[in-house]
């Protein structure tokens, strides 16, 4: 069980990242940084990380594992899926916009867009069996996704996750909804 101190701690340095990530970039903040920014100290910092990267790299793989956890489920991607990734996306706090956004660490987002080329290719692994067009369509989806939920965070989410899910379907970013309605392979 997880000290509920702990737990405070690295939400508020969590948020203390989101929050400079609006006004700085991911290279120009400092531990000093972080520790002012969440009201605590670098000695407190220190004991819970070796820097900020394991800060991030923390960070994004509770958000992997929930998200997995979340589509464990789903033998195809369809809006149900993309509903479900949007949702878990748009609970997330300003951290992850900040991570996303144009201040965020290029480093962290390519790890982003790796962890969905995953995702990606566990479900399209279902239906494609030729692995050429199983890594292109895997990185197609994950680059189109990560642009759209990108967009989509820096214009304040305006859209409901279901419209997001229409607006993939919509305009063909969505290998499996293919798959789900036609039930055919690609081999």
Not at 148 to 166: C, F, H, I, R, S
């Amino acid at each position: 069980m997880t000290d509920a101190r702990v737990v405070k701690t690295k939400q508020k340095l969590y948020r203390a990242m989101g929050e400079l990530l609006e006004k700085k970039s991911f290279d120009e903040i400092t531990v000093i940084d972080l520790a002012q920014q969440a009201h605590t100290t670098r000695k407190t910092f220190y004991s819970h990380y070796q820097d900020k990267i394991e800060l991030i790299e923390e960070y994004e793989n509770q958000i992997f594992i929930k998200l997995s956890e979340l589509q464990a489920g789903y033998k195809f991607m369809d809006k149900a899926y993309i509903t479900t990734y949007f949702r878990h996306i748009g609970n997330q706090d300003l951290l992850l916009k900040g991570l996303l956004s144009y201040n965020g660490s290029l480093e962290m987002q390519n790890l982003f867009k790796e962890g969905m080329y995953q995702e990606a290719q566990k479900l399209l692994a279902l239906k494609i069996r030729d692995k050429t067009k199983l890594n292109y369509a895997a990185l197609i989806f994950a680059n189109g996704l990560f642009g759209v939920t990108q967009y989509w965070l820096m214009n304040g989410k305006k859209e409901k996750p279901e419209k997001m899910a229409d607006i993939i379907i919509h305009l063909g970013m969505l290998p499996g909804a293919i798959f789900e309605e036609n039930h055919r392979d690609l081999s």
